[in-house]
């Protein structure tokens, strides 16, 4: 079965960065498109990013476009967020996804809390 | 892209059936089969529940199902149990490959 472990959150300051990893097992990695899914305090889901199997494609969300960056290393079955210039309203649990086919999330992280917070 | 609108909450009496809608446009939950439903409890990360409008993933009960008629999708649960108290999301593929979400409907069993 598919495991997704996140790690790499913490307290950071507005206008700093952070780096957000997933180390992923039970699956064959490459073969499927990978997402980031982020939660604020008490709110509903809002998708971030995502990057296909080969990483060839990317898609990211408008709210965090130009500031955060999505990557893989598929022989390290792991997945990246990079978050620059990060806002106080990037506070969420940050969650990693995988696909099925598309956007169909069959499997997904325990989460890592990011606050931004000065 | 706006969000996609959901009820805030629903609720019903175990073994009674509810349904969720989630209301979209032509360019997001009408314009395309991928809609999803996830279940998410406390504490919890989320899970898959209706994929491709009316899938079901293997191993959810066949007490879920899903529809859409238009630019709203529509979550039905059947024989309401405790275990399914939870918030509920729908999402749908949009236009520029981007992934829209719905606000959440807090589900309450009485």
């Known amino acids: 079965e598919a495991q997704l472990l996140e790690s790499g959150g913490g307290l950071v300051q507005p206008g700093g960065s952070l780096r957000l990893s997933c180390a992923a097992s039970?699956?064959?990695?490459?073969?499927?498109?990978m997402s980031w899914v982020r939660q604020a305090p008490g709110k509903g889901l809002e998708w971030v990013s995502t990057i296909s199997g080969t990483a060839y494609s990317t898609y990211i969300a408008d709210s965090v476009k130009g500031r955060f960056t999505i990557s893989r290393d598929n022989p390290k079955n792991t997945l990246f967020l990079q978050m620059d210039s990060l806002r106080v309203e990037d506070t969420a649990v940050y969650y990693c996804?995988?696909?099925?086919?598309?956007?169909?999330?069959?499997?997904w992280g325990q989460g890592t809390l990011v606050t931004v917070s000065s | 892209q706006s969000a996609l609108t959901q009820p805030a909450s629903v609720s019903g009496s175990p073994g009674q059936s509810i349904t969720i809608s989630c209301t979209g446009t032509s360019s997001d939950v009408g314009g395309y089969k991928f809609v999803y439903w996830y279940q998410q409890h406390p504490g919890k990360a989320p899970k898959l529940i209706i994929y491709?409008?009316?899938n079901r993933p293997s191993g959810v009960s066949n007490r879920f199902s899903g529809s859409k008629s238009g630019n709203t999708a529509s979550l039905s649960i059947s024989g309401l149990q405790a275990e399914d108290e939870a918030d509920y999301y729908c999402s749908s593929y949009a236009s520029s490959s981007h992934l829209l979400f719905g606000g959440g409907t807090k589900l309450t069993v009485l």
């Open positions: 996804a995988k696909t099925q086919v598309l956007y169909d999330h069959d499997y």
């Open positions: 491709d409008v009316t």
């Open positions: 039970g699956f064959t990695f490459s073969n499927y498109a």
